[in-house]
């Protein structure tokens, strides 16, 4: 009775590869890391499920990075520098070794782009769709921290990249909008995390656009208890966006991950050099008044994605 | 356009109260938190699917409280002391409120019964079954974390608590068995981690019984390079476990949620000592050989659960 179980075969074959230092090569219970000293820790989980925020035909490789891709977008809202995550993964049993395969190769790629190792984590099968769960563990400075608190009256509202990508690569992805350089479905599948950016000191708020830029706008609004404008026009589009004519659907899509930043116009000038050649656009401002967002120059039909 | 989505609106009522600290009231991107100082951190991650770790008809508040407990079941096979989870939610769309409620609540009494608090998360819909993960941290004095690894040929082999009920529950719970006293039910529904014995230094390795009593077993003799044997007669046994007759779905049944210990002989009075009045029994040895374990007195079916 010395032979592995097929689960634990899987875990030994693609999952201890990836397993750092703290990891303990995933064979004990849980894993042991000393926290980087004099830093606080910033940890953040989100889920994944197969037909929700990914397609069951998506290559298992994209959908590990977005996995990781996803919850470090969250760290990067927060300023912190990933350190380590941990995985849940819950597959039907008839799931072929090659998705895993594609699904390691996913997550190894990110993990070196990212500088980041698995810590643990857990195997189950599942009698419904494939739902994948990643916990992210960064560190950043005492008290620096970014917030989606801390907005004031006549701070502007910057995006980072492009929006409204991600949205229309899931339309391409069903066959609703044509995407002939495939650049739409490339933005949907992985997703940019804007990490390294230094911007405590210079930002007075900051978070993630993952669903929709107007809707998210208002959770920093509620946050911050301010009212935003945002200038439809303004918004930046890539040229594959442009060309699809849909800009109020790229307001409100989801899957973006570009940081929304609230700025003191006197900040504005540190934070232009500390994005460098990241493309950086203002698209409004924050005025007093109840919390909530005005579209100034475009008609929208909803806010936002909302699971429920 | 400052009313919260459907989805933020039940992160607010139902989770938000569950949050410390650290958690931000959960309206960051990420929760933000200082370890304690000089110690180590252990994590570990564990997701439960309704009808694989769970039954349609489990009370949503022992859902909640066996998913925090099989992951602090992984902190005290580590000698861990808990501190914070982070939790992923999957559930249908049409998932009620009175759900939700009963779920919060068995997260709520546990939380408070071990000290912990939630740190964030990610609520999402799915087309398939309730699918739960969380991640707990827990510290530990540096080097003193327990490990499969560490068994000496000569070691006395023990296991907390009572073996297979667990397993007997589910029986129960799928009209299979009688419960007349509903007690294996409710071992299957709500497992006691073993928290707080201070282990360090006692014994040689230790693992919690989670997947089965021999399967498990099996890891802590590759982990440590060793043979077991196991007595199958000397293996605790509730009355009502006792009253089942079916001693051999103990040995190999999952979701018993007790730690087996390899202890030196010279450590057993220290290790009783530690335990208390906490049930402790001496179930087997370790003796030189290939890596596998050997039950005598009884003959097994199977070795334990694997999702694959």
């Not at 201890?16 to 995933?26: D, N, R």
């Not at 990643?134 to 995006?159: C, E, Q, S, Y």
């Amino acid at each position: 009775m010395s032979d592995l179980p097929a689960e634990f075969e899987l875990i030994a074959r693609f999952f201890k590869p990836l397993s750092g230092k703290g990891g303990l090569a995933l064979s004990d219970d849980a894993a042991v890391f000393a926290p980087p000293a004099g830093r606080e820790l910033v940890v953040t989980a989100d889920a994944i499920v197969e037909g929700v925020h990914f397609l069951p035909d998506d290559p298992p490789a994209s959908i590990g990075r977005k996995l990781l891709r996803v919850n470090l977008s969250d760290l990067a809202a927060m300023g912190a520098t990933p350190l380590h995550y941990l995985l849940t993964v819950s597959v039907p049993r008839a799931t072929p070794a090659a998705w895993f395969e594609g699904f390691v190769a996913g997550l190894a790629e990110d993990q070196a782009a990212f500088g980041i190792s698995l810590l643990g984590g857990d195997t189950t099968s599942t009698p419904g769709p494939i739902t994948l769960s990643a916990t992210m563990i960064g560190h950043v400075a005492p008290g620096k921290a970014l917030h989606r608190r801390g907005a004031r009256a006549g701070d502007t509202l910057w995006v980072t990249g492009t929006i409204g990508d991600g949205a229309l690569g899931l339309l391409a992805l069903q066959g609703r909008l044509a995407d002939p350089d495939g650049f739409l479905a490339q933005r949907y599948r992985v997703p940019q995390p804007r990490l390294g950016l230094a911007l405590a000191g210079i930002v007075s708020a900051a978070m993630d656009v993952s669903d929709g830029l107007v809707q998210d706008c208002g959770h920093l609004c509620r946050a911050s208890g301010l009212a935003a404008v945002i200038e439809a026009a303004d918004v930046p589009l890539s040229p594959q966006a442009r060309a699809a004519g849909r800009r109020g659907l790229c307001l409100t899509g989801g899957d973006d991950y570009e940081l929304l930043l609230a700025v003191s116009p006197e900040h504005e000038p540190a934070l232009l050099a500390a994005c460098g050649s990241l493309q950086l656009t203002c698209i409004g401002h924050f005025a007093p008044g109840p919390p909530g967002v005005t579209v100034v120059g475009e008609i929208l039909e909803s806010t936002g994605w909302s699971h429920f």
